[in-house]
């Protein structure tokens, strides 16, 4: 990058937020995908939304990328500056700008980290609901953009369910506020939603309005073991169709379960197929009652042991086994590649049986988890980076298994986005008159395409698979 | 309409689904919106998303104005057809075209009336909340362009918080599917979230994928009345505060109360300045301990009167007067201008205080009624279309009451949409910026500006009012 321009960018955030050795620039060159890596520029940490604004004008009329960044949790490759120029970090706007017990909202900056947001407000006797594994480490403003799901998605929705209004910074410098405190307002398009999720392709965030609701007074957990894929599957199945909608109902597979017990020695059965956890929260007679009749229904389904955790500490070693499982994964090989592959509910016992397939025709290793409430699974594949061949074939198992979730109504990410990694694959969800629509979007608010360029749309759509079907 | 290109509709819709008389145009010239008319030179009647597809590719090569209509209850002129061309009917799509009970879906065609659907689910234990006040014979298609609100929006949620996957026809003729039954989808940006509330002028929705939930088993109704604003306000940020959020919490002004007591005779007090109406749904002893601790912070705050209904029965009885309050109020005067002006709930006793400041001195009658959980107030302006003197003054409230609303962080429309009608004020919310930015997304979508052209975006923005602060 030409030195006049960066002196330009000195000018607006002052000498000591810019990095460029090219030791601070290794350090945001990837982020949590293997396999995508790419130098910044420059890496800039702005103080305020007008610094900002400063910052995408000279990115703008230079035509120069420029990466929005927060912990670098992402899994798709998001982050990464694939093309260059800027990655923009939020370390400097981290506060909450505003609490207000009255309308049950906070604002916050984008790079306060989200496990901090559920703590400072449960002080308060208030919730904020949205969980992704990573909420200890990633922030508010990556979780917005990622539209981040987490572990209590199934009563309480995703991150979009609760951001009520934006502060955002378009390409060409210009500041909008979208939404508000309001619970209700249809003034016009729906701006915030199209920036949730938008994996900083469209515009910068720069505050945020989350919906608080009361803090649920009680909750239980409780597991089930199952000798059959299938046993599982249904129990999910038949909770939700006696109108039981539990916090979470997460499923563990065999080589899951027993990675965790190797990992962590809790004491989990490694003689089983499947393993469910549940979790209701609430009013106690009801949770109680929720609970018991999970239990119940898991038991008619063929669970051969289940348990209701006697207390809290209890129920913390319980959810232990779900929460580790992608540290205990990713022990067993150099490389660990975390899938998100997404189908109706009622399609979860065909999906998990047909990732085992797909593991065995490629010769890989897949253990499979997930948010099974959601039909959200996270295959996940233990394999190696440096051996270019295996690598291939995960290539190829990982086409399939978008190809069979869309084939069973799904969707080729849950909860991680698009990315690079899977911006190949998004046709075959959107179709290409979705893509050239999403385009026509993106040219709306970014016509120079300094946004993030080289996500979520692909150069080249992969060909999809001829599945052979079982 | 040239008959040649009429015939080209005919071809696709067959005779008898095309109406051309002058009194058939006549019958949808108009919707539910006081002083707003314009004739259209065709309505057409499709049976399918494909005849559509047909409709609209020549609409777009002869660029033809279409307005998709629903039962055109709509409040904003959102359905009148201000620059002719063809309105857009779905009385032949009215069929549920899939019950999903594993997936807790319903996808409905869009001419399917709102309460059919809410009945059709309740017999199998399921609830669609959303429940705008039109629902008896508003269509889904139209709540779902509008993002339709309703009673049950401070616990449920509105319009767009059901909504899980839609199928559209966009201008080009092309058919897109966005969504589906997945409860977690981010691949690309959330087409649905924008295409719900967008009046009509992105695209022509065919079918709709909607969420539905257990039916809350108990439901329990009290009332109380108050001597002054503040006091009923101040009531209802207690509640909140109390960390109760009741299904609804409907709000009556001395002059609503009067009119609907004039109009039913069901025993309200007159001698008072409020009304609140609570309802709470849920577990029995829930529900029971919220009607019973909202009652108390009642009479706390000063309520000189309250009540729990002992039955269903009773409780429909209160519940009317908050049905029937649009009713009773239009036949005190020949014109009834319903606004939906929002604020955060924080504001209400402000903004209420405020419209009887702005009635009086435009010396007009406003009675304000609404949702106060949401800050959704419907200021009710009575008047008569025919005295163009007092309409300019109504329309000079009607400003004001926008600008009021906005300064208290509030907005133009919380569930009633833009439309004709607020177009020349939706730059006051959103902004120069946010104007230019939407128009972008709309010429995306829509080139050639055939999809319900003149509503949303106005030819030239109203001057903004420069208020008395009190």
Redesign the interface.
Known sequence: MDQQIIQLFINIVGEKNVKQSTAQLLAYSYDATANFQALPDLVLSPRNTEEISEILKICNEYKIPIVPRGSGSNLAAGTVPNQGGIILLFNHMNQIIDF?????TITVQPGMITADICNFVEKE??FYPPDPSSMKISTIGGNVS??S?GLR??KYG?T??YVKGLTAV?PNG?????G????????????T??L???EGTLAVITEITLKL???PKYKMTSIAYFQSLEEAAKTV?AI??H???PVTLEFLDKKTIDAVEQFMNIGLSTDVEAMLIFEQDG?L??VEQDIKLMTEIAVKHGATFSKIANDESEAEQLKTARRVALSALSRLRPTTILEDA?????AIAEMVRRIDEIAEKYQLTIATFG?A????LHPTCLTDVRDQEEIKRVELALEEIFEVALSL??????????GEM?APY?EW???E???Q??K??????DPNNIMNPGK?FAKETKKRVVLQHV
Chains 1, 2 share one sequence.
Do not use: C, W
């Open positions: 207000d017990k009255e309308n049950l006797n208030l990622e539209n799901g998605g199934l995703v979009k369910d378009l210009e500041i909008i506020k979208t508000g405190k309001l619970a209700k307002d249809v003034a016009g398009y729906d701006l939603s199209l949730v999720g938008s609701i009361p803090l199945s939700i169709a109108k039981i909608i009013d007679k009801q997404t189908v109706p509910r009622s948010h409430g959601d039909g959200n109504g799904g969707t080729i990410t849950g909860e991680h986005g698009v899977k998004l969800k959107v179709g008159a979705g893509i629509l999403m026509g979007l993106k040219a709306a608010f979520i």
